[in-house]
């Protein structure tokens, strides 16, 4: 379907010893019997009686019938066993039907390369994901590589660990290749004056229309960034929520379809593209850390809604991967003309006091603010005041303390009419901010 190009890898390599990636806390993890049961008997034949499961009668249940309808006007009913099923405990790794279905969709969007060892899990949105394989792979204080700014739902998750970020600067097509080397190689000059630190493990990426940044990677660039994971080998945490959000004219080309030796863990989400309430995502990599995150799941929360999964499997059955594409683009047209709405308002209030790029997809912009170092209270106590928000740019950088000249916006809700109104709010915050801020140097001088 796609044009992949995988990279040259010239040197044969040995297949990768995952249990490196893999902490002691999570190495310890074991399956439940009971879960394992549940695995078992929901392909046993139908013969088998059970009464090993603590699981409920379904019979009990008040539901006699759930009817999704879609705006197209395409309909389904979930009934009798689909129904209990649909409302009934499931095995860790995901509702079997949906899994399959997710399974042969990602196999048909990306292609891996290395699909005979790779296996999916479904999660509660891209983000529980992106948790439990991130808490797989720390160690309280190591190094992670992230890119910079980067999605605060995933800082959040590393911050208890007190790693050291090591932050990888971005410029219009996203991370730069050149500064990832730069960065492995001073961190290895440490690793060799000190043997007690250790190389870093893991790239968390987020390569598609960016959140803060709107930058999608080109394929070529990946290439070079994915040839020098494997020769430092680290894992790529490619977080991929807005893959499907690309505004550009081909698809992007994901790490996933790059991954020829085994070392990308790849996110996708359904939350942009079909509702974020019903927290559809799933993982894609390597058995053995699928496994693992399979182990976290059935103890943090035994699995992904029941009901979320069958309805979600029911809109692929319903509609196929092609209808589904469609929709997706649709989703992402939508949200073009959003952006393009929103650049006009900025150069009609923002010209002069800000620069930006324009987002390459997704939802946000990311912009820089003329002559002023820091933009955290002119937007979270005057802007506030004003009845207009903005994200500071602090949320998304590797050290939220420092000062922060940008600020995110989100296009994704308000009308264009409340667009054009919080962008010429910005600019009268900005203008009145610089002010203050020329006062106060005038009354030091
Ligand atoms: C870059 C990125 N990754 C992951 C997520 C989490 O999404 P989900 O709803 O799938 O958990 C978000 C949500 O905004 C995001 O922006």
Not at 81 to 96: D, K, R, V, W
Request: glycine share 6%.
């Amino acid at each position: 379907m796609m044009e992949t190009g995988h990279p040259n890898t010239t040197k044969s390599k040995m297949p990768i010893d995952y249990s490196y990636f893999i902490n002691a806390l999570s190495s310890r993890r074991r399956p439940g019997i009971t879960r394992e049961l549940t695995k078992k008997l929901y392909n046993a034949p139908k013969e088998t009686i059970s009464l090993a499961e603590g699981m409920p009668n379904d019979g009990s249940f008040p539901f006699e019938a759930i009817n999704v309808v879609l705006k197209d006007g395409s309909s389904y009913t979930l009934q009798g066993g689909e129904l209990a099923a649909s409302l009934q405990y499931l095995p860790s790794q995901g509702y079997p039907p949906l899994l399959k279905t997710l399974k042969e969709f990602t196999k048909y969007v990306h292609e891996p390369p290395n699909w005979r060892n790779t296996d999916v899990i479904i999660t509660n949105g891209s983000q529980c994901g992106i948790s439990k394989s991130i808490e797989m792979c720390i160690e309280e204080g190591c190094p992670i590589l992230v890119q910079n700014p980067l999605y605060s739902g995933t800082e959040v998750v590393m911050k208890p660990f007190k790693p050291t970020l090591l932050p990888i600067d971005q410029d219009d097509l996203g991370v730069i290749p050149a500064h990832l080397v730069a960065t492995l190689e001073q961190w290895k000059e440490k690793c060799t004056a000190d043997p007690t630190i250790k190389m870093p493990k893991m790239f968390y990426v987020n390569p598609t229309a960016a959140n803060p940044t709107g930058t999608t990677i080109p394929v070529d660039r990946k290439k070079e960034i994915y040839k020098i994971c494997c020769d430092y080998n680290i894992l790529i945490l490619e977080d991929d929520a807005y893959y499907f959000m690309d505004f550009q004219d081909s698809k992007p080309v994901s790490f996933l379809s790059l991954d020829v030796e085994g070392r990308v863990l790849r996110f996708d989400s359904l939350s942009k593209v079909l509702a974020s309430g019903l927290r559809m995502g799933w993982v894609t990599g390597p058995k053995q850390l699928i496994h693992n995150i399979e182990l976290h799941i059935q103890s943090a929360y035994l699995h992904s809604s029941s009901l979320s999964q069958s309805i979600t499997n029911n809109i692929f059955r319903v509609w196929g991967f092609d209808k589904m594409l469609e929709h997706f683009a649709s989703v992402s047209n939508f949200y073009r003309i959003r952006r393009d709405l929103t650049i006009s308002a900025m150069e009609r209030h923002l010209k002069g006091l800000c620069d930006w790029s324009i987002p390459s997809g997704g939802m946000f912009v990311w912009i820089k603010v003329r002559n002023v170092p820091d933009v955290y209270e002119m937007l979270m106590t005057r802007g506030l005041k004003k009845h207009v928000c903005f994200a500071p740019g602090q949320a998304f950088m590797t050290d939220p303390a420092a000062a922060c000249n940008y600020v995110r916006a989100a296009y994704s809700r308000a009308s264009p009419k409340q667009i054009d109104k919080a962008m010429r709010l910005l600019a009268e915050l900005i203008r009145e901010e610089q002010q203050l801020l020329r006062r106060k140097l005038d009354n030091f001088i």
